[in-house]
């Protein structure tokens, strides 16, 4: 069962740094959200949560410095790269953290207890089974944001750059689709047809 859970966590992790491939410095800290987000600002971001998660929490302190989490940090600094931090000092620093986390996970066993700080009091003693499972959908659910985001900006979508997980269609055929799908919510939202 260990096996299987590392093996999707590390599935996530290099989707994760896919969606940086091909594109430019500009590209990949650009913000298409008005929240801000940004295919880079995700990858160090996720890369900070799981040092602590599988990390700290089981007294496994990450070596190298996460300042952004320092109190007295600026607000969301885990989730953008200064012009200062390269792509490769953050894509570096999360392959880092998943070598740091995987001998957390291959020395300890699944009912290692751990206790999380920052979660309530009551709630925050928990098992690396369970956090585990925890950073399998954070990091999953940020390659999702991270396909999106990337599909925004070139439309480069899916798992990895041989499994975009998309039906078959050529160009014309993903206009009408869109198209087909517009009709449909204009259609359902009481507006005029295009």
Do not use: C
Request: proline content about 5%.
């Amino acid at each position: 069962m260990k096996a299987d859970l590392h093996h999707y966590l590390q599935v996530g992790r290099d989707a994760l740094v896919w969606k940086l491939d091909g594109l430019s410095e500009y590209e990949i800290r650009r913000p298409t959200t008005p929240t801000g987000t940004n295919l880079l600002g995700i990858v160090k971001h996720v890369a900070s949560v799981e040092a602590g998660y599988l990390g700290e929490i089981f007294g496994r302190t990450f070596p190298d410095p996460l300042p952004w989490f320092d109190e007295g940090a600026e607000p969301n600094a885990d989730m953008w790269a200064t012009a200062e931090e390269s792509r490769e000092y953050i894509v570096g620093l999360y392959r880092r953290v998943w070598a740091h986390s995987d001998t957390t996970i291959e020395a300890l066993d699944l009912d290692a207890l751990g206790t999380v700080p920052w979660w309530p009091e009551g709630d925050n003693q928990v098992t690396l089974h369970t956090l585990l499972i925890h950073m399998i959908a954070e990091t999953h659910r940020h390659a999702g944001h991270a396909d999106v985001v990337r599909e925004t900006i070139d439309g480069a979508a899916g798992l990895r750059a041989d499994n975009d997980n998309l039906a078959e269609g050529d160009d014309a055929w993903w206009t009408d689709y869109r198209n087909r799908v517009e009709a449909a919510a204009r259609t359902a939202g009481g507006r005029d047809p295009m």
